[in-house]
């Protein structure tokens, strides 16, 4: 049984920053690429980083030079930092990550992001 928990999400003003964190935990044989998604109220649910375990990072459009993912495989953890939030990023940000020599997929629970305007 594999856990990804997420915490980090909170409200915030417009500029503000926010840094989510998701562990992973339990049956773990190796954990490949993670990342992050978001689902605003009404809309589908997006990408927003990823990152494999050797580092290699993608961006949404979005996003890009405003949020920084990284991880660190140690703690089997990977963190989003987020910069000049706007009132567009408010979402459920949820955890990925493909796990294992078959690449299972796992989600976290979500956690929510608001910015004020």
């Known amino acids: 049984q594999v856990q990804l928990v997420e915490s980090g999400g909170g409200l915030v003003q417009t500029g503000g920053s926010l840094r989510l964190s998701c562990a992973a935990s339990g049956s773990i044989s190796s954990i490949n690429t993670m990342g992050w998604y978001r689902q605003a109220p009404g809309k589908q649910r997006e990408l927003v980083a990823t990152?494999?375990?050797?580092?290699?990072?993608y961006y949404a459009d979005s996003v890009k030079g405003r949020f920084t993912i990284s991880r660190d495989n140690a703690k089997s953890t990977v963190y989003l930092q987020m910069n000049s939030l706007e009132p567009e990023d408010t979402a459920v940000y949820y955890c990925?990550?493909?796990?294992?020599?078959?690449?299972?997929?796992?989600w976290g629970q979500g956690t929510q992001v608001t910015v004020s305007s």
């Open positions: 990152i494999t375990r050797s580092g290699s990072t």
């Open positions: 990925n990550a493909l796990i294992g020599t078959m690449w299972q997929n796992y």
